[in-house]
């Protein structure tokens, strides 16, 4: 789950879900029981194989980001 503004944050990881083999199916508001807290639950259907290239080395997320 996410906080309830994640827009941005989608717009983001948008180029790593779909190298991933990933696609955004939807994104559901919800409140927390018992509570006035909203989150936003992310749902992400997996399409395709992970390609053989990830997971990657520690640091080259930093050197060479997707």
Known sequence: YKSINIEDELLQ???AINVLGGELLEVKEVVL????IS????IIKKRLNTP???PR??????????
């Open 57 to 66: 080395d520690k640091n080259q997320p930093k050197t060479s980001p997707l």
């Open 33 to 36: 029981p018992d509570t006035n």
């Open 39 to 42: 989150r936003s639950v992310v």
């Open 13 to 15: 990881a948008n180029k």
């Open 52 to 54: 053989k290239q990830f």
